[in-house]
Nanobody, 116 residues
């Protein structure tokens, strides 16, 4: 399994920005990388993911506000979050799925809190 370490969470006012980072313990070139989030009392949901070819997908709720990117040399995936809303408050988790084996790895999560 890949070890994933997230960072960059915190407390921000509505309308503000945060940039989350997720560093992997190994090369990520063979992985689809994703960001998920789980708000209190709710199920974990996909926020965005990015394929090996850098193609990306976004949840409708974050389209136009969030941008996912990857740097394979740094073994890191990023989530730039702009125009944050209180409903974006959640624990954000990084996820890696290996292309060939489909094995999944998760980070420990980072808290994002958006105040109104």
């Amino acid at each position: 399994q890949v070890q994933l370490v997230e960072s960059g969470g915190g407390l921000v006012q509505a309308g503000g920005s945060l940039r989350l980072s997720c560093r992997a313990s190994t090369t990520i070139s063979a992985f689809t990388m994703g960001w998920f989030r789980q708000a209190a009392g709710k199920q974990r949901e996909l926020v965005a993911n990015i394929g090996r070819d850098a193609s990306s997908n976004y949840a409708d709720t974050v389209k136009g506000r969030f941008t996912i990117s990857r740097d394979n040399v740094k073994r890191t995936v990023y989530l730039q979050m702009n125009s944050l809303k209180p409903e974006d408050t959640a624990v954000y988790y990084c996820n890696a799925q290996e292309y060939y084996t489909k094995s999944l790895s998760w980070g420990q999560g980072t808290q994002v809190t958006v105040s109104s």
